[in-house]
């Protein structure tokens, strides 16, 4: 019987002849929830827990806009794969929910130059070009997506944390100094501890992406960005109960307090995309920074430890985009471990016998 096939004889629905394991996953922000809930659904673990040192709404997380569409992610194939399939899992699980916070809005990206289709064009069956009435004045060029995916990040948060526990999942508020902490009661460990990982495992690649939003109360039928300066962005985003205008990119700017400059400059760009949206005719409900985990690439790879004794599962590095990649990278993290199973198991079997 290939390792694909179910085994009859197998009460659960296994999908391959690994054991049943007790699985952790270092942190509680989108990556981590969605890469909590796909492994509980998949029934192949005896158990599942989240150790993070910060929960929800304290998680980088809850500070994102947060809508579907790939930005400052990495590898551009692999960012249009699993955007396709977050998209995919949206409208399978969660756009039907009214609990998850998550609505469709029309999506445009606006230019003022021409541009070519982007990479993750061939991914995203709904992409079209922007039609010229869609373009504000000083704008040539533009990308549409129609049924586009926008959470309210604060309830889509509790809505995952919600769900991951309703599936059993058990969540332990602690900071993990070391990784062989875990090692003492795991032998599996995914991480998905975003800027996290530059502590946790010594990775000086991945650095913050500073993002300031200004949320308000104002609506409006569609999300417009202008990204051409991908630091100091003009984005109106409108969600289930408010509205996000944005934005900044500030590369290795670790502070997290809004600045008055930021806010200015963002309501100053946003005005020049829709003057319905200038200063003096928005109400203002808060201002919001976040450190987005930027990395040349999304690490999503196994690294055996201890010898061959330890498996993690890097799950970190999604930029502008872990709302947008998030539930492609879950699953993608999920096989990881299938893969890396047998190799644990035999090393363990191995040193059983010495
Ligand atoms: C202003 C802004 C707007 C954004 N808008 C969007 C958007 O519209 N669409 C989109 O797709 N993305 C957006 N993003 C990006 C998105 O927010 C991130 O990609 C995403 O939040 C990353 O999720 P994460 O779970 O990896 O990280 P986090 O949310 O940072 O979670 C990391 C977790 O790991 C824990 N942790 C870290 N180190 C340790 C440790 N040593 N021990 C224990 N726990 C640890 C933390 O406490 C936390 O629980 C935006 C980001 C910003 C800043
Ligand atoms: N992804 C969001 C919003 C955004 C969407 C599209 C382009 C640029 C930014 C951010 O990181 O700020």
């Not at 289709?117 to 995203?124: L, S």
């Not at 808060?286 to 599962?313: D, Q, T, Y």
Request: charged content about 25%.
């Amino acid at each position: 019987m290939n390792k694909n096939q179910n085994n009859n004889n197998n009460n659960n629905n296994n999908n391959n002849n690994n054991p049943k394991i007790n699985l952790l996953i270092i942190g509680c922000g989108c990556i981590g929830l969605s890469t909590g809930i796909i492994a509980l659904k998949s029934g192949n673990y005896k158990s599942v827990s989240i150790w993070a040192k910060d929960l929800p709404p304290n998680t980088t997380s809850n500070k994102a806009a947060a809508l579907w569409y790939p930005f400052l992610c990495n590898p551009p194939d692999l960012v249009g794969k699993w955007s396709a399939e977050t998209m995919q899992y949206y409208k399978d699980h969660i756009i039907n929910d009214p609990k998850s916070g998550t609505i469709t809005k029309k999506v445009n990206e606006i230019f003022r130059h021409p541009h070519e289709d982007p990479e993750w064009r061939p991914y995203i069956k709904s992409f079209r070009r922007a039609r010229k009435d869609e373009l504000p004045d000083g704008y040539v060029d533009g990308y549409a997506i129609d049924d586009g995916f926008v959470m309210d990040t604060d309830i889509y948060m509790d809505y995952l944390v919600d769900t991951f526990k309703s599936l059993g999942g058990v969540i332990d508020q602690r900071y993990v100094f070391d990784i062989r902490e875990a090692f003492v009661h795991f032998d599996v460990v995914v991480n998905c501890t975003g800027l996290g990982s530059r502590e946790l495992f010594n990775d000086r690649t991945i650095y913050p992406g500073r993002g300031q939003i200004v949320v308000i109360k104002n609506t409006t039928d569609r999300s417009i960005m202008d990204e051409e300066d991908q630091n100091q962005m003009a984005y109106i985003i409108p969600r289930l109960t408010n509205t996000v205008l944005g934005g900044t990119n500030q590369e290795h700017d670790y502070n997290l307090n809004p600045t008055k400059k930021d806010t200015e400059g963002i309501l100053k760009r946003v005005a020049m995309i829709s003057p319905r949206f200038a200063k003096n005719r928005i109400e203002i409900q808060g201002v919001k920074v976040g450190l987005r985990p930027a990395r040349h690439e999304i690490r999503l790879e196994n690294e055996f430890f201890e010898g061959g004794s330890k498996l993690v599962v890097h799950n970190y590095g999604h930029g502008g985009s872990g709302f947008t990649v998030s539930w492609g990278c879950a699953i993608e993290a999920v096989k990881l471990i299938d893969q890396g199973l047998p190799k644990l198991l035999h090393f363990n079997k191995l040193t059983s016998k010495l």
